[in-house]
């Protein structure tokens, strides 16, 4: 069974720093993409940012540009999301999600880590 798990998570300050990362576990997938999206309470489910695995180029949402920054590590078929500067806004359960190859969109979804920023 594949699974991504989700860890990182926690309760901080505005103004603090916080690193998510996202592991594969299970049998080994390919990806076009992998990312993070995000979904507060009574909100949709937004996009945070994406890594194209070949290559890494990578893609943000607006209200996270500038403050949050998305990486890979090949090898452990993992991502991580350096988040600066966190915002009460930046509230919100983050899901790590994986765009395999074959199919159409993001189509494998960790259970989500809770990430509360105190204002």
């Known amino acids: 069974q594949v699974q991504l798990v989700e860890s990182g998570g926690g309760l901080v300050q505005a103004g603090d720093s916080l690193r998510l990362s996202c592991a594969a576990s299970?049998?080994?997938?390919?990806?076009?993409?992998m990312g993070w999206f995000r979904q507060a309470p009574g909100k949709e489910r937004e996009f945070v940012a994406s890594i194209r695995w070949s290559g890494g180029t990578t893609y943000y949402g607006e209200s996270v540009k500038g403050r949050f920054t998305i990486s890979r590590d090949i090898r452990r078929n993992a991502i991580f999301l350096q988040m600066n500067n966190l915002k009460a806004d930046d509230t919100a359960v983050y899901y790590c999600?994986?765009?395999?190859?074959?199919?159409?969109?993001?189509?494998?979804w960790g259970q989500g880590t809770q990430v509360t920023v105190s204002s």
């Open positions: 999600a994986s765009h395999r190859i074959g199919a159409d969109n993001y189509d494998l």
């Open positions: 299970g049998r080994t997938f390919s990806s076009h993409a």
